[in-house]
């Protein structure tokens, strides 16, 4: 019986979702609390991988199970050996035909970012953080060079694994939240930023270095133009450096509706 799987997940503590010797991923306490849970060894394989420090909103995972249990009971008792910042929010018996990566349509990232003059606190881990004003209209702008298919060499890191940088991008949306109570200090005013990304598949860093490319561009110190050069380039090197993981989070695959599977992430409107 294949079984998938929704996880959400705080990335804080963990070296990103693929196993490693350490032993401290995603995968590495999911698949022992799952052992654990069917008293026999498990392995699974996700919709996306994720870097250590990002956050997972609906990862989904598949996994061949040796044992016979309700749906709520995988979720309810494999919760029990995850620790506090790893959950299972739901189970679905699915057709052996079902992968969790392959059959994915679509995958889709948000990024959540701090503008204050004062680095984040309670939301340390949580948002990314630029202390300077940001202009929407440049960055909008600046967004419209990447959708589409594209190579997306010049926003993949050098460790990626991919089989080719050609991605396509379909929406990425920017929007900004209303001022907060602490509005002002030094003239900058404090505001929650959300980014929004759409594609086919992501390569090794490339929403952080999309990220980067789009702060730098923002705060004015390179047109929105110059997303495009980048873009053409083809070169790690023409871009910006690689952003903070810490307000990245996966929002889950996309699906066809056959597969019976939810199709929304938990809220990602906190920080509004």
């Given amino acids: 019986m294949r ?28 698949e022992v609390a799952l052992s654990r849970f069917a008293a ?5 394989i996700c919709a996306g991988r994720t870097d250590a420090g990002v956050h997972g909103l ?27 910042d790893i959950a299972v929010q739901w189970a679905r018996s699915v057709p052996d035909a079902f992968h ?30 630029v202390f300077q004003p940001l202009d929407l209209q440049a960055m909008e ?16 890191a050098a460790g990626c694994q991919a089989k080719s940088p050609v991605k396509t991008l379909y929406a990425i ?9 602490s509005a002002s200090r030094d003239g900058v005013p404090s ?7 759409q594609g086919s598949a992501f390569l090794h860093h490339m929403i952080r270095n999309i990220m980067g490319c789009l702060v730098v561009i923002g705060q004015g110190t ?36 056959h597969w019976g599977l939810p199709s929304e992430a938990i809220s990602f409107d906190w920080f509004a």
């Fill in 3 to 30: 079984i998938a799987l929704g996880i959400t997940y705080n990335g804080q503590a963990y070296q990103g979702w693929q196993s490693q010797p350490s032993g401290n991923t995603v995968q590495d306490h999911l």
């Fill in 173 to 181: 949306n920017i929007g900004r939240s209303a001022q907060r109570a």
């Fill in 141 to 156: 702008r600046a967004v419209q060079y990447l959708l589409g298919e594209h190579d997306f060499s010049s926003f993949r």
């Fill in 100 to 129: 969790s990566r392959a059959c994915a349509t679509s995958r889709r990232y948000g990024y959540a970012l701090l503008q204050s003059p004062v680095r984040p606190s309670v939301e340390h881990g949580r948002v990314g953080w």
């Fill in 222 to 257: 390179k047109p929105p133009e110059w997303m495009q050069e980048v873009l053409d380039a083809r070169s790690r090197e023409t871009a910006a450096p690689t952003f903070s993981p810490d307000g990245l989070y996966f929002l889950g695959p996309q699906y066809d509706a």
């Fill in 40 to 44: 026999s060894p498990l392995s699974t």
């Fill in 58 to 84: 609906m990862q989904v995972v598949h996994f061949d199970a040796p044992v016979e249990r309700t749906e709520a009971s995988w979720v309810r008792g494999t919760n029990t050996f995850l620790p506090k």
């Fill in 191 to 197: 505001c929650y930023w959300r980014f929004d990304f």
